[in-house]
Every structure is written in structure tokens, then in C-alpha cells.
């Protein structure tokens, strides 16, 4: 059973039955929508003032929307946008401080609906199939409290809280199984819990380094990237790579930094090769080789690393501004120099970057 | 006994100690009765604005309520009876130092006094003086010192008042009041408490302020003795307990909690001896507090810090008119808490306070150095100055040298603490201008504030969020006061405003910063007949940016409240009053989503025997 076509003609089912009362609205065809190619920018906001927003851009004809979620929706996004995630026609954007997940169409940022109970703290979505699963902190103060939460994707219902260690953040879905970077939320944690999501239940914990913050699939394996505990910490720790193997869902190889006060994070692949980032410095490394020592070049235009993706040989930085009130920047630069190639205003505190 | 006998008795006594000692009475007096002395005979240049008796009486007890009506200082609040912080010409909420009885009680964690955990009808006084204090006050006092103070008497009278009120949300306030003397012993006896579910509506909204309620109790206790003629003992206890629910924005709910327990205690022995006066003062403050993420867990984070002060100041009158002090005091503080580990300050200082008066010019100086391995202290200094023109008219002038020091939080939380951090430090000046005409009395000041090493908590180059010292920050702006207070058909009639023009620049960015008004107003007016009294005020707030690059904007607002009182009988006295807030119905926030209270009611129910 292939569950997308089934999902698709679900959908457009219920696209049909919401125009009925409508006579505006004839489906817009997804290669003219108005957000069908480009970038979205997330922007977090300022915790508390729910001023949270989605940003557009279009690189070819420079286009540059501010909050898209709200012109289009007449409603503001809400507090602390956390991250989105594209999936079909979704976009699934989880709103940390307001405890809710809006969920629009990518193409025309028409909200289709929101999930606002069974959420405590959430951070990070992922889709298997029909089943969204969302990492949630609990509250910041009790380690017993997180959980990965299930919802249903075509009715947006509950299905159940997956218990899982403190601080879940990061998700990947590799075929049937997830594996959740656990960074520890408010404390530390040093393990990726991997769930299987028919079962919807943790089958493994594996430990790796202190502080795991992003992972990328390579082949058979899962690459882990962890920062290690910074400075405050009562013992801080180095950062390093974690090789998983897929198959075993045991840590194969191990690449550790010598120095404790280095604290990598966004890793990221890109022809085989992978880059990640030590403050506003981004390291080239080649999977399997030994840790590189030096930058490839360092990003100075940045005033705060805060959103870091590579796609398609470039590099985008989402940049608050320094003291994260007002607009931030997204910054391009050229992966193979690490030239500034050009920058957009986006709203207040970017925090991610997303390819349409 | 009256104060006049008082004085004679006093005189009398005095005369056979020293023959000339006629004028030192008059001086005696206000050391004797006054708490914060210096506050009277140290502010050469400066306005020093008394909140009256009965302004405080028919306002809401909360301090930010009181100040907000009745200064050109804004307020930050995050809603009714929430966390609020001051803005005075345009700094930051650390900037503004609260003083209790002469004592410096900004929290060590914070470095800022939170203006809703002060309830206002435990103090006989309470003054402003917008302006540089540090060389007095200590750090904070830059953009200017709110003094919260209690007086004493001796005239053998005693004094009961209690007041009862009820009102919208639930509200319940309570307070009472009792002055007892005899010629050599005063005692005040002050206990007030406020309690609301706080649950109003957010106007043009369907959504209610959630999770706010609150209550807290303030005890105040002040005792005076006199040990022979010559020497007094004065004992000062403040002991503040409030539990709030933090309510949630219009976007955020919340589920959190907040407890304060703060206690300050202030030893005085004061004596007199010829030419010198001679002051040693012991205090102890304590403040904590414990946050409640979820207030259904036991999981808590806290935070408490103890501070013990000693200070010895001796005075000599070189003549009627030529007066110095010399100062030692010496500064510990411990604290401990969630984030925060082995916090310790020592501070030990020296001052030396010169004034002197001639004809028409009055002029002060003063200096102070503190010696603390905490931080490079910086020497400060004030230098004051007025020349009375006319009956009608006195210029001022002030100048000074401030700081505020970091923090508990800025030096030692585990997450990014910075123990380099120095003071953020001030130089300013100011021009004043006093017109008096019969009943009708005007001030306006002119000022500009440098204020260099702006502490502030931004991300570092691996995300970790530092208190460094960066920015420098231009302050200055007009300030104005201005009463009139008369009679109208043999009735009393009066008529309060206040103005305050701001500019705060970020000198890097060239931008007004965030969160300070370039505008604020307040207008009040009150009118008394026979039985009746009312009292109507209000303010205007403009519009405050809410981002460093001034993209986005808070819009202004304007709100007034009216109080009616009508008293019933005379001996007991008994009255009733009626407070309307907010009577026009604004929605308003002085943050961003942090939704004030609609229009609302309080009545309240006041004794006298």
C-alpha cells in the first residue's frame, strides 16, 4: 500500500469539500502557487511577545515576503517558532513557547490546521507514512517528563506519548525506524534513542558524544554530531563524529576533538563530502578521514550563527541580530570560497532555513 | 504633647548643654525624625519630588500604580501586579536604585527593584529624585532614586487607621496603621496585604489573563528611643512575603510561579555631641525567591542572598552653614542559588560629603571611592549647586559620577557568568530650573547622561549567552514638574503634571533604545468639598520600540482612573471611597502581549481612632 498516493487523493478530497462554500477558490496548481519555489525563513521571534514569522525569498527575482504565515492567514504564528518541516504538501511548523503545531499548505501557506494539545515544550517534527512525530522537553526543570508525541497526519488526532530520555531534539527518519538526538533539553545528555515507529516504541538507546545536535545518513550509516558540554558545564567535554551503523544500531567509528573548548555542530552533506561549523568557522571533512584541523573559511558577515544549511553549493546562514531584537539576515555565501554572494532582511531572530 | 512643646522641652534641654545650641535643634530634628537624612540635606541641584500623604492614601497600593500616575518615569509591566521595572530618562531597569529607609534594597540577582512587590501603605514618605545618587546611594542610582521611608514622632499622640477595600478580579486589600509615642519613644506599626485572582479580560479579545493571581503582605516596623538627651536608637524592620502566579502573553499560556520573601532590618545609633553628629548604622537584608516552571511540580529553582552593611558617619558643623561628613561603611554579601555558586561581595567604602550655604548660592561636593576585588572601582563624585535668583526663581545645577555594578547573575551564573565584567559607569549633568508664584510652582530640568560599558547578555561566538560590557548610550531629555495648589471657593483644589521628553542613543546603531518612550505625560487633578473628596488622574505613555533597530513599535496610549471619597463621620473618622481604573475602557500594554486590565473597581472602607 502505498500510503502518500493514499494520502494525496485524501487531501485533495478534503481541499474539494472545504471550497464548497467558496466560489473564489478553484485548487491552485502547485507550479503557480505563490510559494512554490524558494526559501522559507523561520523566524523565531522574541520569547514571550508571540511575534513570531515566516519569511519568503526568491532568489531568481529577488522576492522577499515578510510574514507570509500571517498575510495569508490573518493570524499571527505565535511564540517561539522552533523549526518546520516539509513533507508532501506540508509544512509543519512547530511553535515552541505557544505549545501548538501549525500546519499549512507549502505551496499556498494556507493553514489547514493546528495541534495544540499533547505538547509540552515541542521542538523538532518528522513524518513516517501518515504518523508525525515531535520531540517534546516537558518541563524544563524535570528530566522524567519528555516524550516524543504521535499524531496523525490526516486527521491531526493524537495517538500516543513516547517516553524517552531528557532533551529529545532532533529527528530523523531512516525507513521505518526514527532516531532522535537527545542534547538534553535545560541539562546535558550524550544519547540517540532510536523508535520504531509501527510500534511506536523506543528500541534502543544508543550512547555517543556529549550534546548530540544534528545527523545525516550516509549509505548504511547515521553520521552524529556531537558539541560536547561548553564551558559552563562542570566538566566540559570535546566535541566529535559518531558513525552508527544502520544495520546494528551500533556506533562503529569514533572522531573525537582533542581540545574541550571546540564544540562543533551542523553537519552537513553535500556531494559527498561533509561540512560543519566550530562558532562562525565551517570545516570541510571528508566521512571516514581523520577531524580537519583548520577552517575552510570563516563567515564574518554572521553576527550570530544561528540557522546553517548548505544546498546546492551554497550556504545559507540564518543571522539574528546581535542582540536578538529586530530583523535578522539571511546570508548566501559560495561553498566553494566562502564568498558572500548576497543577503535578504528577514523578521525578528532566523533560526532556520527551508528549500521549496 | 505637641510638636512645638516638643521642640521647646527638647530646646531646654539642650541649652544647658550647649548655649548655642539653639540652631542645632532645628538640624537635630530632622535627624531625629527622618530616615533618610541624607536625601534631605545631600541633594545640592537636584528636585527632590514628595508623593503627598494623600496622593498615596487614594491610589492603589501597588508602587508602580502609585509612580506611574504621578511621574514622568515609565513603566514596564508585565500586566497587573506582574513583574515591573522603571525607566527613568530613558535608562535601563538596573538604573534606577530603590531606597528603603536610606538603604540601597535593588535585588543583588537582578541589580533592579520589581515595583509591584512594594506596597505603598507601609511608608510614611515616599519621594523621588530623578537624577545621579551614587556617591549616597550606591549603584543603580543613575537615571534617578525612588525613597521609600518611615518617619517618627514624639508627641505623645497615638493613631490607629485601618482600610478595607474589595474590588473587581476578586480583589481584597487590607492595610493598617499605628503611630504610638510618648516624649522619648515613637513607635510605627504598619501592615498591609493585597490578594486577587487577577483573571481580567483582554479587551477586543476572548482570552483572559490566565495564571496571574497573586497575593503578598508587607510588615513594617519602626522604633525610636532616646537614650539620655543626647543619643537615640532608631530600629527599621520591612518583612515582605508575595506569591504571584506569572500570567501567561496573549499567545503563551503559563503555568508558573513566583515567590518573594524579603526582610531588611536597619540599626541606628545616633548621637549628638556639640559640633558633631555621629551616626552608626548595622543592616541585614535578606531577599529570596523560588520560580516554579510548573506550579503543580515540586520542581523549583531559587535563588538567596543575605547582605550584611556597617556604617559609620561622622558629621561636623563647622558652622550654621558649612557642614562635613565623613563616611566608612563596609558591604557583605553572599548569595547562593539555583545557576549561581560561591556569589560573594565585599565591598568596603569611603565618602566625604561637603556643603556649604552662603547667602543666595548653596553649593555640596562630594566623593566616593569603594574598594572591592569584585571590580575596578571607579571614584565618584557630585557636585551640586543653586543660586536663588529671586523669591521667585532658583537654578540648579548638578553633576555627577555614577555606576552600576554587575550583578550576582551578570557575574557568577554557571551559564555564562562573566567575573571581568566591570561597572557600567556614568557621567551626567543636569540644569534646573524652580519657578515659584504664590500657590503655582514649576521645575524644569535640562539633562545628558554618558553612560559607558552598558552591560549586556548577548550570544557569544559559540551561542552562550555573556553579560559583556559594550554599548554606550546617550541619554538626555527635559523633565518637567509642575503643581498648583490653591483654593477654590474655600475649597482645596490641586494640579499635578508631569512631563518627560527622552532620548536614549545607542551610540553605535545612532537608534533610541528599546522599550523608552520619547513621550510621557501625567495630569492630575483633585478637589475637596465638605465630605467629599475626588481625585482624577492620568497619563500618556508614547509609543517605545520594542526592537534595537527600531523597526518595530509598541503604540501609545492614554489611561486615567477617578477616585471618589466621602468620609461619614469625624471622631471616629469613617469614610468610604470609590476607585474607577482605567475608566475609558483602554486596552493598553507597556510590553509587547502583556495585556493591562480593562476598565475595573475598588472600594474601600477607612478607619481612624
Known amino acids: ?356 | 504633647m505637641n510638636r512645638n512643646l516638643y521642640l521647646l522641652f527638647t530646646l531646654f534641654l539642650c541649652c544647658c548643654l550647649h548655649a548655642t545650641a539653639q540652631n542645632d535643634f532645628i538640624n537635630w530634628l530632622d535627624e531625629v525624625l527622618l530616615s533618610d537624612v541624607k536625601l534631605n540635606n545631600n541633594s545640592e541641584g537636584q528636585f527632590v519630588k514628595e508623593i503627598s500623604a494623600s496622593v498615596i492614601q487614594r491610589s492603589e497600593p501597588l508602587l508602580t500604580s502609585l509612580l506611574k500616575f504621578n511621574t514622568p518615569f515609565f513603566f514596564r509591566e508585565n500586566g497587573y501586579g506582574m513583574v515591573s521595572s522603571a525607566s527613568v530618562r530613558g535608562t535601563g531597569a538596573s538604573q534606577t536604585a530603590v531606597i528603603w529607609n536610606g538603604i540601597n534594597i535593588n535585588s543583588q540577582f537582578t541589580g533592579q527593584t520589581d515595583f509591584n512587590t512594594v506596597n505603598t501603605k507601609v511608608f510614611d514618605n515616599i519621594s523621588l529624585r530623578p537624577g545621579g545618587g551614587s556617591v549616597v546611594y550606591g549603584s543603580g542610582a543613575i537615571g534617578g532614586t525612588i525613597h521609600l521611608s518611615n518617619e517618627f514622632r514624639f508627641d505623645g499622640n497615638s493613631e490607629n487607621e485601618l482600610r478595607l477595600g474589595y474590588g473587581s478580579f476578586d480583589s481584597y486589600q487590607a492595610s493598617y496603621n499605628g503611630n504610638f509615642s510618648t516624649e522619648k519613644t515613637s513607635v510605627n506599626i504598619g501592615l498591609a496585604g493585597v490578594s486577587s485572582e487577577n483573571d481580567y479580560k483582554y479587551l477586543d479579545t476572548q482570552e483572559r489573563n490566565e495564571n496571574g493571581d497573586f497575593y503578598n503582605v508587607s510588615l513594617n516596623a519602626s522604633i525610636a528611643h532616646w537614650i539620655g538627651d543626647s543619643n537615640i536608637l532608631k530600629f527599621y524592620s520591612n518583612y515582605y512575603q508575595g506569591d504571584r502566579g506569572f500570567s501567561g502573553t496573549l499567545n503563551l499560556p503559563s503555568n508558573s510561579e513566583f515567590e518573594d520573601r524579603n526582610s531588611r532590618n536597619l540599626l541606628e545609633w545616633k548621637s549628638f555631641a556639640g559640633k558633631f553628629t555621629s551616626s552608626l548604622k548595622l543592616a541585614w537584608l535578606d531577599e529570596s525567591f523560588k520560580y516554579y516552571e510548573n506550579r503543580d511540580s515540586d520542581n523549583f529553582s531559587s535563588g538567596d542572598a543575605e547582605t550584611g552593611i556597617i556604617k559609620y558617619d561622622l558629621e561636623y558643623e563647622f558652622s550654621k552653614n558649612k557642614r562635613l561628613n565623613l563616611i566608612v561603611d563596609y558591604t557583605d554579601v553572599q548569595g547562593e542559588g539555583t545557576g549561581i555558586e560561591n556569589a560573594e561581595r565585599k565591598i568596603g567604602g569611603i565618602s566625604a560629603l561637603w556643603s556649604h550655604q552662603l547667602e543666595r548660592l548653596s553649593y555640596e561636593l562630594s566623593l566616593r571611592q569603594e574598594i572591592t576585588n569584585n571590580y575596578d572601582s571607579p571614584l565618584l563624585f557630585s557636585i551640586g549647586s543653586s543660586y536663588q535668583f529671586s523669591e521667585n526663581y532658583l537654578l540648579r545645577f548638578n553633576s555627577s559620577h555614577n555606576f552600576r555594578i554587575p550583578t550576582f547573575n551578570d557575574l557568577f551564573w554557571l551559564q555564562g557568568g562573566n567575573t571581568d565584567l566591570d561597572p557600567e559607569t556614568s557621567l551626567q549633568a543636569e540644569i534646573g530650573n524652580e519657578l515659584k508664584f504664590n500657590d503655582f510652582k514649576i521645575n524644569l530640568t535640562g539633562y545628558f547622561i554618558d553612560i559607558d560599558d552598558l552591560i549586556r547578555w548577548i550570544p557569544d561566538g559559540s551561542g552562550i549567552w555573556r553579560p559583556v560590557n559594550t554599548a554606550n548610550v546617550h541619554n538626555y531629555g527635559l523633565e518637567f514638574f509642575a503643581g498648583w495648589n490653591t483654593q477654590l471657593g474655600n475649597n482645596p483644589f490641586s494640579l499635578n503634571s508631569s512631563y518627560a521628553y527622552t532620548r536614549s542613543i545607542d551610540q553605535e546603531t545612532d537608534d533610541q533604545l528599546i522599550y523608552t518612550p520619547q513621550h510621557k505625560v501625567t495630569l492630575s487633578a483633585g478637589y475637596e468639598i465638605e465630605n467629599f473628596s475626588v481625585l482624577l488622574q492620568s497619563l500618556y505613555n508614547g509609543s517605545i520600540y520594542t526592537s534595537s533597530d527600531n523597526n518595530y513599535e509598541l503604540e501609545a496610549y492614554e489611561i486615567a482612573d477617578l477616585y471618589v471619597g466621602y468620609t461619614f463621620l469625624t471622631k471616629p473618622e469613617i469614610g468610604v471611597d470609590l476607585r474607577l481604573n482605567n475608566i475609558f475602557n483602554k486596552k493598553y500594554q507597556s510590553l509587547p502581549s502583556r495585556i493591562m486590565p480593562g476598565r475595573s473597581i475598588n472600594s474601600t472602607l477607612t478607619f481612624k481612632f
Not at chain 1, 72 to 100: C, P, R, W, Y
Not at chain 1, 289 to 295: I, N, R, V, Y
Open chain 1, 1 to 356: 500500500m502505498n500510503y502518500k498516493h493514499l494520502f494525496l487523493l485524501f487531501f485533495i478530497a478534503l481541499f474539494f469539500n472545504s471550497c464548497e462554500n467558496d466560489d473564489c477558490c478553484a485548487p491552485v496548481p502547485e507550479t503557480d502557487a505563490q510559494f512554490s519555489s524558494g526559501i522559507f525563513v523561520l523566524n523565531e521571534g522574541n520569547f514571550g511577545s508571540a511575534n513570531a514569522s515566516v519569511s519568503f525569498i526568491n532568489e531568481e527575482n529577488e522576492q522577499n515576503s515578510a510574514q507570509i504565515f500571517n498575510e495569508v492567514n490573518g493570524m499571527d504564528l505565535g511564540d517561539t517558532a522552533q523549526s518546520m518541516e516539509l513533507h508532501d504538501d506540508f509544512a509543519i511548523i512547530v511553535v515552541n513557547v505557544s505549545n501548538k503545531i501549525e500546519i499549512v499548505n507549502r505551496f499556498t501557506f494556507e493553514r489547514l490546521g493546528t495541534i495544540n494539545t499533547n505538547l509540552v515544550n515541542p521542538r523538532f517534527a518528522e513524518v513516517i507514512g501518515d504518523k508525525l512525530f515531535v520531540t517534546n522537553w516537558g518541563d524544563g526543570g524535570n528530566p522524567d517528563d519528555d516524550f516524543v508525541a504521535v499524531f496523525n497526519l490526516l486527521d491531526f488526532s493524537f495517538i500516543e506519548a513516547i517516553p524517552v530520555m531528557e532533551g529529545p531534539e532532533k529527528l530523523i527518519s531512516v525507513n521505518n525506524a526514527l532516531y532522535v538526538a537527545h542534547k538534553g533539553g535545560f541539562s546535558f545528555n550524550n544519547i540517540v534513542s532510536v523508535i520504531d515507529s509501527e510500534s511506536n516504541t523506543v528500541v534502543k538507546e544508543v550512547e555517543v558524544g556529549d550534546l548530540p545536535n544534528s545527523m545525516v545518513v550516509q549509505g548504511n550509516d547515521l553520521w552524529v554530531m556531537a558539541s560536547g558540554k561548553p564551558s559552563y558545564a562542570d566538566e566540559e567535554t570535546a566535541g566529535g563524529l559518531y558513525r552508527i551503523d544502520l544495520g546494528t544500531n551500533e556506533v562503529m567509528e569514533v572522531f573525537e576533538f582533542t581540545d574541550n573548548t571546540i564544540h562543533p555542530e551542523n553537519l552537513q552533506l553535500n556531494d559527498g563530502n561533509a561540512y560543519f561549523t566550530i562558532g562562525k568557522s565551517v570545516y570541510l571533512y571528508e566521512p571516514g578521514q581523520e577531524l580537519p584541523t583548520s577552517a575552510a573559511f570563516s563567515l564574518d558577515e554572521v553576527a550570530v550563527l544561528y540557522g546553517f544549511e548548505i544546498y546546492q553549493n551554497r550556504i545559507y546562514v540564518a543571522s539574528p541580530r546581535a542582540d536578538f531584537t529586530g530583523d535578522g539576515d539571511l546570508l548566501i555565501y559560495d561553498l566553494n570560497d566562502g564568498s558572500l554572494l548576497d543577503q535578504y532582511s528577514t523578521g525578528i531572530n532566523p533560526n532556520g532555513i527551508y528549500f521549496n
